[in-house]
């Protein structure tokens, strides 16, 4: 995960707030009836599994919107499927805070990696996670970032 | 053509000189252009009006205490508008810290003004900070102004950075216009410049460079247009040549 440098926060959204967020999965190739989808934890810990869609303008790119909750941390992969379901290929696991785009390179991961497991047993918890420690009720201060991030 | 930045965190690569003198040959081939300049440095300001002094900036719209239309100044020289900047604009990022849409602050405040003018130009300063981000979200794409005889990966890589981040983290996707080529000296150098930067980012290069011509140090000295100044030197030529490739 990078470091957030607060010039790029959106200064109009608390942590949590859902945001519009646009996933780009780069250099794809698919094959007759294969297709991709992206699979996300959010920071509540529940699985959201979509399809991503071929954008016209770009050949190799793929393309979804998803609503998440900014700034919290969620984990995601891709994963290629065949016409029966089968899947096929996946990529790492990558973690990041959820913000207004997340773009990755379609690279196929040798190990089988997997998402965070969620026992849905154990109460789900409904505070965001807080990767970096400064998400709190309150937007942090300008102090509070320069110190955090070193600016 | 709508509001356009100039910027490049590498300093001294004639960010200014471009926005000046494409800003006044757009002018002098017809149309209503608007420079903002956004640099605490100013340099854009004092090109053009040398050491007047200007009791409201651009620095009194960003932070609320004036109204832009108040603080717009016309050049005679440079027939075209400016929003002058001050020294004060170095201190904005610890102003507006905690400020509510901190980043969007130019942008609407430039909505109001936007259909009186054919182009706004942004003089962006070489630092990467919340004024820059400012320039970066009121705009719709972007110039980058290199110079081949110091030009270096690392200053493209980072402002490609830059207009990463912005997407991820405000939701906004601004496009590189191109690059101006500036100050050249020696073609093979820039030749091999243009080949790096089209093989390896896919970014547009425009044909009219800008060659290293002392015409363009004497026009601001003598707070002119270099094709006012110097109207057959070869930085005239080229600044014509290019602003009409521009605006194509
Ligand atoms: N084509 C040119 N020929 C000769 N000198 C030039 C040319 N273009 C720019 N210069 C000179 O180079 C210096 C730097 O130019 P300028 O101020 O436009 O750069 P800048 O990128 O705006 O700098 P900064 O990063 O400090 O804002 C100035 O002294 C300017 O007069
Ligand atoms: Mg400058």
Known sequence: ?151 | MAVVSIINQKGGVAKTTTALNVAASWAEQGKKVLLIDLDPQSSATKAIFSDREFEKTIFDVVIGQADIQDVIVHSEEFNIDVIPAEIMLSGIDMQLAAHFGREQILRKKLEPIHRKYDAILIDCSPSLGLMTINALLASKDIIIPICPEYFSMKGIELILATLRNIRSGLGYKIGVRGVVITRFRDRRVVNEVIQQVKERYDLKVYRNFIPDNIAVEEAHHHHLPVLKHAPRSRAAKAYKQLSKELWG
Request: with cysteine.
């Open chain 1, 1 to 151: 995960m990078t470091k957030n440098n607060p010039l790029f926060v959106d200064s109009t959204k608390l942590p949590g707030d859902l945001v519009p967020c646009h996933v780009e999965l780069l250099k794809v190739c698919l094959r007759d009836g294969e297709s991709v989808s992206i699979h996300l934890v959010n920071h509540e810990g529940r699985l959201i599994q979509k399809p991503l869609q071929a954008q016209e303008m770009e050949e190799g790119c793929y393309e979804a919107r998803l609503h998440l909750n900014h700034q919290t941390q969620v984990y995601y992969q891709f994963v290629i499927e065949d016409e029966n379901n089968n899947i096929l290929f996946k990529s790492q696991v990558y973690c990041e805070r959820a913000q207004y785009a997340l773009t990755e390179q379609w690279e196929p991961s040798e190990e089988d990696q997997k998402l965070p497991v969620i026992d849905s047993n154990s109460p789900v918890s409904t505070k965001p996670t807080s990767p970096s420690g400064w998400q709190r009720e309150r937007p942090p201060s300008y102090r509070e970032l320069m110190e955090k991030w070193g600016f």
